[in-house]
């Protein structure tokens, strides 16, 4: 069974070498003008904090998201904790999120002060599931004078932080809706999404303001980098002022009007940036023909399924997922086997992250029922899904 699976993945990725060690995730220079960028920075000076390419940054992410604002960051953490900031997330706040996402979200929360609250995900898309965030609401949501109260824990809680997992988009309509009926204000950690509609609208443009990462093993990066996207004028000019340590715009004076950070991407990266942008919808078409790849390779193999989600919301792909099947008893230990199998074979395979309700620093914040990030948590396996390992010579134009 493993046996069989690992050589599934090796016939998708096509290596030639059966000792080549096959990795999760590399980013993909090829055919880009990264090295020609970075160079004009370094030849210029301008390497820092300001400089031309960032500004190139800002306004390529724009138009390739259609958001009306782009700011870009040091990281997607920052991007995260800054859009809460500006949203209105005070120290001892809630933000409700679920509990199936990489670490920095919740990090993101407490940089602040705040605290997360879990709530569940949904089984097709693994991203917060709607009636989860509504149930929760409903029973422990509390108007007093606009602001919205944890009636359990005396908090107030002040924001919703749903999260577009592996690029697969989340059911973030029915999601911002909720909060819109609550009157709280909805940041979408779209880290992995970029690539990832909803229709014809972009993962990250539906909320309030929406996240992007690009560090190494995301869809394109700047080495590390974020980016915040926005419609709302008054935002975009709060998180730009923000995140450049507050400092009023003059000649030469030095004057910050309020406790500002120093958030904004070097220059340098944002060269690298506009390099791997300008392949983006090669990189995409690549993950999807990877994906599909899977899809066709796995379609006769008992005991695992290869994530694969129709409809109208076209996925970034950024991970292959596979899923596997049988008794939730011994799903993890089956998991366990195959991942361990995989190893042996230079085949990195790995379980989704643990959820963060069982992380040491959360496993006392609230949260509602999760029962489907339990059930699906222990099922879930990354397969690898570097861009490069669909080569050029597949690429139809
Ligand atoms: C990568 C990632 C982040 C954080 O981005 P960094 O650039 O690594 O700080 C946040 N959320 C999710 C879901 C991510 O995958």
């Not at 990250?204 to 709302?232: D, P």
């Not at 506009?274 to 993950?287: A, C, H, N, P, S």
Request: proline share 5%; hydrophobic share 40%.
């Amino acid at each position: 069974m493993n046996n069989l699976i690992c050589r599934k993945i090796k016939e998708v990725c096509s290596v030639d070498n059966p000792e080549q060690v096959i990795p999760l995730h590399e980013p993909d220079f090829r055919e880009t003008k990264a090295w020609d960028y970075v160079k004009e920075c370094i030849d210029s000076g301008w390497v820092s904090s300001a400089g031309n390419w960032v500004n190139r940054f800002e306004r390529m992410i724009e138009s390739y998201t259609g958001c009306e604002h782009a700011i870009a960051v040091t990281n997607g953490t920052v991007a995260i904790r800054l859009a809460l900031y500006i949203s209105g997330v005070k120290p001892g706040d809630e933000v409700i999120t679920s509990p199936m996402s990489f670490v920095a979200t919740a990090n993101a929360i407490c940089h602040l002060g705040a605290v997360p609250h879990f709530v569940d995900i949904e089984t097709e898309r693994y991203g917060m599931c709607p009636n989860a965030l509504a149930d929760r609401l409903d029973e422990i949501g509390e108007n007093r004078d606009g602001d919205i109260y944890n009636k359990e824990s005396g908090r107030r809680i002040s924001c919703v932080l749903p999260i577009h997992i592996f690029g697969n988009p989340l059911r973030i309509k029915e999601v911002v809706d909720i909060a819109d009926r609550w009157g709280l204000p909805v940041v979408e950690d779209a880290a992995e999404a970029l690539g990832s509609w909803v229709g014809n609208n972009h993962c990250g443009s539906f909320g309030k303001v929406g996240c992007f990462s690009f560090n190494g093993n995301k869809i394109i990066t700047t080495g590390g980098g974020g980016a915040l996207v926005t419609n709302e004028q008054e935002t975009a000019l709060r998180a730009r002022h923000l995140s450049t340590t507050a400092k009023r715009q003059h000649p030469w004076e030095f004057f910050h009007d309020e406790i500002g950070w120093n958030d904004r991407m070097p220059n340098i990266n944002a060269a690298l940036g506009v390099g791997q942008l300008e392949r983006m919808d090669i990189v995409v078409k690549r993950k999807r023909d990877l994906h599909r790849k899977y899809v066709e390779a796995f379609g006769d193999v008992d005991g695992v399924r290869i994530l694969n989600i129709v409809g109208d919301s076209p996925n970034n792909w950024l991970i292959s997922m596979t899923l596997v099947e049988g008794n939730q008893k011994e799903v993890e230990e089956v998991r366990n086997s195959l991942l361990e199998f995989a190893q042996g074979q230079g085949l990195m395979l790995r379980p989704v992250w643990r959820l963060l309700s069982e992380l040491p620093m959360f496993v006392d914040v609230p949260r509602g029922e999760l029962i489907n990030a339990y059930e699906m948590a222990p099922r879930l396996v990354s397969l690898p899904s570097s861009p490069n390992l669909v080569s050029n010579s597949e690429d139809i134009y």
